[in-house]
């Protein structure tokens, strides 16, 4: 398959080419009216209009044709990005579970041991349909990576299906596109398109738990005694909390926030140290951490990769 914005978009541009022709046939007709009808040709006398049955057929005939065209256009596109669930002609051979929150984004990967908890950075396979269904935590989101798929709302209490198809590696940005509260425009979504055997490598490496924490060991501490540990969970350790995203893996991600930072050490620590100023509204709350704690909790946190 090609990817759904081609599919979009070489639609989009035959209905143009439609319209425009529509508008070449109005424009056309107007001006031989115009001529036609031009008030030299009846002196003092407003044209005669007399009825004429076919080219009233015809008229009501053309439009109903273009809408049955479009139509039947349409539907085969839709089709061909749908989802497995919604019809679509190419199967699935990949499904991920998609959760939005206030302002965030959870991905679980179903595999034989179990669900594979990421956080704000979609990896999926090459030249792979993948299906997503679309869950909310809280209020209505919207899914949309303009590449790589459609956009889809995620709707409480409802499951929402979109395919996400890359036909290249690389990075692909999208966006929550509902407005969801005061930092929805912070709830930056990412996709990266890795190679089959990347892919797999990085979705083995997220499925463990957390590895050797020595150098850290000061830094967890800090963790799990204080706020961090009742919103945050972190595989391997006693943090299970479910509000906030899975830090297992965090050092290994490209951004924070859902895209408010770039991942640096000295980023983490402003972003740990006052995450209101990057991202106010935020339901990160600032917590009061000595500078010593701060540096243990970088130190901790950038090791999880
Ligand atoms: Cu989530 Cu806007």
């Given amino acids: 398959m090609r990817p759904p914005a081609e599919a979009i978009g070489a639609l989009a541009l035959i209905v143009t080419a439609i319209a425009f022709v529509i508008f070449l046939g109005v424009e056309a007709a107007l001006l031989y009216s115009a001529w036609r009808f031009r008030a030299s040709r009846v002196p003092g006398l407003a044209p005669q209009i007399t009825g004429n049955r076919t080219l009233e057929i015809v008229w009501t005939g053309i439009p109903l044709l273009i809408l049955v065209v479009v139509f039947v256009l349409m539907t085969g596109t839709m089709r061909e990005i749908g989802t497995s669930v919604a019809g679509g002609s190419t199967p699935a051979q990949m499904k991920v579970l998609a959760v939005g929150a206030q302002w965030w984004w959870e991905y679980r990967y179903p595999t034989s041991g179990g669900d594979v908890i990421v956080a704000n950075e979609l990896h999926i396979p090459v030249n792979t349909p993948v299906d997503v269904d679309l869950e909310t935590a809280d209020v209505v989101h919207s899914f949309w990576v303009p590449e790589i ?20 590696t690389g990075t692909y940005s999208g966006q929550c596109a509902e407005f969801c509260g005061v930092e929805h425009a912070w709830m930056r979504i990412t996709v990266v398109a ?17 590895g050797d924490a020595s150098a850290g060991a000061q830094g967890e501490k800090v963790f799990m005694s204080n706020l961090c540990v009742s919103c945050h969970a972190i595989r391997g350790t006693d943090a299970k909390g479910e509000a906030g995203p899975d830090l297992t893996h965090v050092g290994g991600r490209t951004t924070l926030g859902a895209g408010v930072l770039t991942n640096t ?32 909790l970088v130190t901790y946190l950038e090791g999880l990769k």
């Fill in 149 to 168: 798929s459609g956009k889809t709302d995620m709707i409480p209490g409802k499951t929402n299906h979109l395919r996400l198809y890359a036909a290249h």
């Fill in 194 to 210: 890795d190679a089959q055997g990347d892919f797999d490598r990085w979705l083995q490496a997220q499925a463990r738990p957390r």
């Fill in 265 to 296: 050490p000295q980023n983490m620590r402003a972003w740990l140290a006052d995450p209101q100023k990057y991202k106010p509204g935020s339901l990160m709350p600032r917590v009061p951490l000595s500078d010593a704690d701060l540096d243990a």
